[in-house]
């Protein structure tokens, strides 16, 4: 079992290491969504070293979804980019799409 799973059951040696590896539970103001694919709340940020520096991705520990630009310095860039879903269009808005004409407010 790996320390992501054994963090998740309560394990606080698993979830230190995790800690120490770059691995965030964040709350407030950098507070993640659900993942948009599995709907689980267990998704966490991830400092990463990259070529360049420290680098930021969000990852979803259930289904492994994830957002890495590769470019991310700051926990704000994946947030913003993790937490911004696209709009649920309407029946008459997607004929519009499909159709091809009005622009869609």
């Not at 394990?11 to 993640?32: H, I, M, P, Q, V």
């Not at 590769?70 to 993790?82: E, F, I, K, L």
């Not at 808005?93 to 407010?105: A, N, Y």
Request: charged share 30%; hydrophobic share 35%.
């Amino acid at each position: 079992m790996d320390d992501i799973k054994l963090a998740m059951l309560g394990n606080r040696e698993a979830a230190k290491r995790l800690t120490d590896a770059g691995y965030f539970k964040a709350s407030g103001d950098l507070a993640l969504c659900r993942c948009p694919f599995c709907g689980s709340e267990d998704v966490v940020y991830e400092r990463y070293l990259h070529t360049a520096g420290y680098r930021w991705r969000v990852v979803c520990t259930s289904c492994m979804a994830s957002i890495d630009p590769g470019h991310a310095q700051q926990r704000s860039t994946v947030q913003r980019m993790w937490n911004t879903r696209a709009p649920i269009l309407s029946e008459s808005e997607m004929k519009k799409l499909s159709e091809g004409g009005e622009k869609i407010d």
